[in-house]
Every structure is written in C-alpha cells, then in structure tokens.
C-alpha cells in the first residue's frame, strides 16, 4: 500500500494500449469506497474511452496533453444536491480521485489529475459540453492507461511541515 503511494506519479505519455471495462470499474469503485463527509458520496463519473471522447475532453482542458496518447479518461463530476453542506463535494471529490489514482497505480496502471475546479471558465465549459444538469458540478478530469514513462520517486519527506502541539 504504501510503495503505491511512494511510486504513484503523473504520467503524461501512455502506450497505444487499451484499458479493459472491468478494470476501469474496479478503479471507479475504489473512487466510490473513498470517505465523504457524512458518507454522501456526492460524486458522479463519466467514462471517456474512445479516442474521440478522449479528443473532446483533450480540447476543453488546455493542460491536457498527455490525453493524446491516454486511451482512457474519466470525468469526476460533484452533485451539489447530494453533498452534506456547500462545498463538501470539493473535498469529497478529491477523496475520491486519490482513490483512483492509487487503484490504479496498484493495478499496474499510471494516471494524472487534472483540475477543472476551482477553474470556473472551465467548468463552464465542461457543463455546457456535456450538457449537465445544474447540480451536476465538473470536479476533475483523470487521463488513465499504461504509462510510456519511467519517472524517478522524488524525496518529499520534510520535517519541517510537521508542527507538534503548538504551532
Ligand atoms: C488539483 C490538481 C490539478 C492538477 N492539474 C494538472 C493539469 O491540469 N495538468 C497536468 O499535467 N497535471 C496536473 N496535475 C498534476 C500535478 O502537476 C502533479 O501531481 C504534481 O506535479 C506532482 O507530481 P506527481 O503527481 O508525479 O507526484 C494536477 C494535480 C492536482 C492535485
């Protein structure tokens, strides 16, 4: 468990290679085991797995490159009528997006998060695109597939973020 936390990283260039439907579901549902505040789970996914769904995601996130080459990307949407009080989907999305990414990086897949929220011109986009009802909210969009890239894990431990007691 915690080599996939240590080894997970984005990944920006995925080999010409497809992702089978279970294991995309096996992912989702890792996403949908995530904690929510008062277990609401206020999220909803759509499934990119056609080049041109990918394409058309691809051309509505201008930091999106790697999804020219990611076989697979799942839209991570908030539904505001859901979630405990306002703003909790923002948490309990993200939860749920970490979880994607570490199901699959343990299932020997690479992916990378990309931000739509707190982009408001994006999200926009992303509603008006996909036609989304109004309590439907564009969180976060995931490339996922086989990496083409061997990244090095970095050294993040800091000691100096750890505050004992008092600040
Ligand atoms: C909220 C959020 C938004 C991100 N948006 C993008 C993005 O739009 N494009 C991109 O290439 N990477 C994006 N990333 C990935 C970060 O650049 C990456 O996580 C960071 O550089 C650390 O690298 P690592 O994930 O390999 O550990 C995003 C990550 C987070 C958590």
Redesign the pocket.
């Known amino acids: 468990m915690l080599e996939t936390i240590y080894e997970?990283?984005?990944v920006?260039k995925y080999l010409d290679k497809p992702v089978d439907k279970k294991t995309v579901e096996e992912i989702l549902k890792a996403g949908m085991y995530a904690p929510s505040a008062v277990n609401k789970q206020p999220w909803h996914f759509i499934v990119c797995d056609t080049r041109e769904a990918v394409e058309r995601v691809h051309k509505l996130?201008p930091?999106?490159t790697?999804l020219k080459t990611a076989p697979v990307c799942i839209l991570v949407f908030g539904d505001t009528d859901l979630e405990f009080c306002p703003g909790f989907y923002i948490t309990d999305c993200s939860a749920a997006t970490e979880n994607i990414l570490l199901a699959a990086k343990a299932l020997g897949l690479d992916t990378?998060?990309?931000?739509i929220y707190p982009h408001k011109d994006m999200q926009e986009a992303f509603s008006k695109e996909f036609n989304l009802p109004a309590n439907v909210v564009p969180f976060?969009a995931i490339a996922l597939g086989y990496g083409d890239e061997k990244?090095e894990r970095?050294d993040r431990f800091d000691a100096g973020k750890i505050h004992y007691n008092k600040w």
């Open positions: 997970r990283r984005s920006r996130h930091y999106s790697m990378c998060w990309l931000g976060a990244k970095p």
